[in-house]
């Protein structure tokens, strides 16, 4: 276990659907994150937030909408999704300005749009 | 532009032998480097790291990594392979910009087989 629990572990949704992805980090982080894991392509960093707030958005289409309430929780809001979407999202946290940077990620959730 | 390369698709070597997973990257400012290690339906897990001091850096289970400023390369090397070390490699770099925004750039991913 790394300290990073993603729910739910497998999601399968059709295209009008709306579903929210959720990640807590249990390691006391100041820096969460959304990526995406396709098959055959590298890992796209989505999202970053820092000290809860957003510092990175990766041109990510508008169907996907993230929330950081607070240090712990990260979501990610999803609505009408297209196939491409399928994918794994893996959610990390680090503690950035300590030098540590490194990131610990969750298990992911398999996303699957019929 | 920021960027990672990870030649190799796949590396073979057999248990016992040594192993090197190869990765160059490419940054406007000074690099934070990372290698992370990726099971079958797990999520990544973090292995080691560069961020400023010796250039030889070591890890988790054995693994160790180079940093090479002249050939912008962080290759990861074991000295002695085990079946368990089979799995994906990825190796990542952060940059830090102005206005507190930051980049992570992740490696295509290579995986390892080790052959018993």
């Known amino acids: 276990e790394t300290g990073v629990t993603q729910t739910p572990r497998h999601l399968v949704m059709g295209m009008t659907n709306k579903k929210s992805l959720k990640c807590e980090q249990h390691l006391g982080h100041n820096a969460m994150y959304w990526y995406k894991q396709s098959a055959k392509k590298p890992l796209e960093l989505m999202f970053v937030y820092s000290l809860e707030e957003r510092v990175e958005n990766n041109s990510v289409p508008s169907r996907f909408s993230p929330e950081c309430p607070n240090s712990s929780h990260l979501f990610l809001h999803l609505h009408t999704l297209q196939p491409e979407d399928s994918a794994l999202y893996l959610c990390a946290s680090s503690q950035d300005g300590t030098g540590h940077y490194e990131q610990y990620f969750g298990p992911g959730t398999r996303l699957t749009v019929t | 532009a920021q960027s990672v390369a990870q030649p190799e698709d796949q590396v073979n070597v057999a248990e016992g032998n040594p192993l090197t997973v190869k990765c160059t990257y490419s940054?406007?400012?000074?690099?934070?480097l990372f290698w992370y290690v990726q099971y079958p339906n797990r999520g990544l897990q973090f292995l080691l790291k560069y961020i400023t001091g010796d250039n030889l850096v070591k890890g988790s289970y054995g693994f160790e990594a180079e940093f090479n400023k002249s050939q912008t390369s962080f290759h990861l090397k074991k000295p002695s392979a085990l079946v368990s070390d089979s799995a994906l490699y990825f190796c990542?770099?952060?940059?830090?910009?102005?206005?507190?925004?930051?980049?992570?750039?992740f490696g295509t991913g290579t995986k390892l087989q080790v052959i018993p």
């Open positions: 940054v406007s400012g000074n690099p934070y």
């Open positions: 990542a770099v952060r940059e830090f910009l102005s206005g507190g925004y930051q980049k992570v750039t």
